[in-house]
């Protein structure tokens, strides 16, 4: 009896001298070791388009823009056989010399619930700041959310704009508005179409926000608008008309976005785009599946890595010879030349008519 009461002394020792890990399971933890298989070679092109888009949600006016198209995975479990069945997301860029330009499309049956962003579709793009700002952990820092500053983080950070539907009408605007902006912050409280800077996925803050103090200068930097392919407007939505559609009609989400290359951030809480020079993005897909809210940790994203984004100056040679092939500029050309030989035309033949009136009445001065 004596050696059982040991036996168990020690067994109860044991436990309570054993590391025991208390705390929340965090939603954005991967489920195991981290693996990616990306295609570094992968690039977009942002041309230099000046003129030819409206960011309205309709996509018409992308048709002569080449986009690349990219298999949706799970970002926190990458692996082809969890990819998004519905298809694949296309993203196009374009830029006019002072505004970038996106566009996200990703097939998906329409579903819509007013004031209920997790049972809409919703998309994010995420920008690298900072050289050591990693894919992988949203800019990678390791410090906890209470230990988050701009110099325990330093060099970790991205940008990320976040565009979650439930109660934005489609076809419309959002993003920066002046109630927001006046507020100094990246905020959209009309359509959650918000500017987010973040360290990691657990220290991200509205821009103008968070551990370092309120910026009064910053501001929404963004504007965008969304669309399916089963709406039917003629005149424009209001919330009135919501849910727009009928819940379940299969089609496409198109969403579209603009932003000045260059903003007036100074805390490293904007990317910043220049013509002729790269940028690292990635582009994020919610979706409530079966009907389900999804959850903030539960989205598909076009790669596992950065992709390269670059902006193509409007003298470059792949432009130069675009445009060189463009039939307008020839149009342009015949129509120039044809201006200049009739101009020629006109002024020879008034300076025969010319020539010719004043031989004929010619009146020598002895016959008057």
């Keep these: 009896m004596l050696r059982v009461v040991q036996v168990a002394a020690l067994l109860i020792a044991a436990l309570l001298l054993a590391p025991i890990r208390i ?56 692996d ?10 296309t993203l196009k860029a374009v830029h006019d010399g002072e505004e970038a330009y996106f566009m996200l499309q990703v097939n998906g049956n329409y579903t819509y619930t007013q004031g209920d962003r997790s049972k809409c579709a919703s998309v994010a793009l995420m920008f690298q700041i900072s050289e050591n700002a990693s894919y992988h952990n949203m800019g990678g ?30 076809g419309r605007l959002y993003g920066g508005n002046p109630v927001d902006n006046r507020d100094g912050t990246g905020d959209d409280r009309f359509g959650h179409l918000v500017d987010l800077y973040a360290w990691n996925p657990h220290c991200r803050f509205l821009d103008g926000l968070g551990p370092s103090g309120n910026d009064s200068t910053a501001q929404n930097d ?41 903003t007036m951030d100074h805390f490293r809480q904007d990317a910043q785009f220049t013509i002729g020079k790269s940028n690292l993005l ?66 020879f033949v008034g300076h025969r008519i010319s020539k010719t009136n004043s031989t004929t009445n010619f009146v020598p001065m002895d016959e008057l």
């Design 141 to 170: 820092c390791g410090q906890e959310p209470d230990a988050c500053t701009n110099q325990t983080c330093q060099g970790h950070e991205v940008d990320i704009m976040h565009f979650s539907l439930g109660s934005a009408i489609p």
């Design 80 to 89: 082809a056989d969890k990819e998004y069945n519905a298809g694949k997301m």
């Design 23 to 78: 705390g929340r399971v965090n939603s954005h933890e991967e489920s195991g070791e981290w693996h990616c298989d990306s295609d570094s070679g992968i690039r977009i092109k942002a041309d230099f388009k000046p003129g030819i888009i409206t960011v309205d949600g309709r996509v018409d006016d992308w048709k002569d823009v080449d986009g690349s198209d990219f298999p949706l995975l799970p970002a926190l479990d990458p």
């Design 282 to 347: 990635s582009a994020a897909f919610w979706y409530p599946m079966d009907g389900q809210p999804w959850e903030g940790s539960g989205h598909y994203t076009i790669s596992c890595d950065w992709i390269t984004l670059d902006f193509i100056s409007g003298t470059s040679p792949q432009v130069t010879m675009v445009a060189r092939k463009n039939p307008w500029d020839v149009a342009t050309a015949f129509s120039l030349l044809f201006s200049v030989v009739a101009f020629c035309i006109s002024i």
């Design 222 to 262: 963004w504007q965008g608008s969304w669309w399916h392919s089963s709406l039917i407007d003629h005149s424009g939505f209001i919330e009135d008309d919501s849910p727009y559609a009928s819940e379940g009609q299969n089609g496409t989400y198109y969403f579209e976005f603009s932003r000045p290359l260059r």
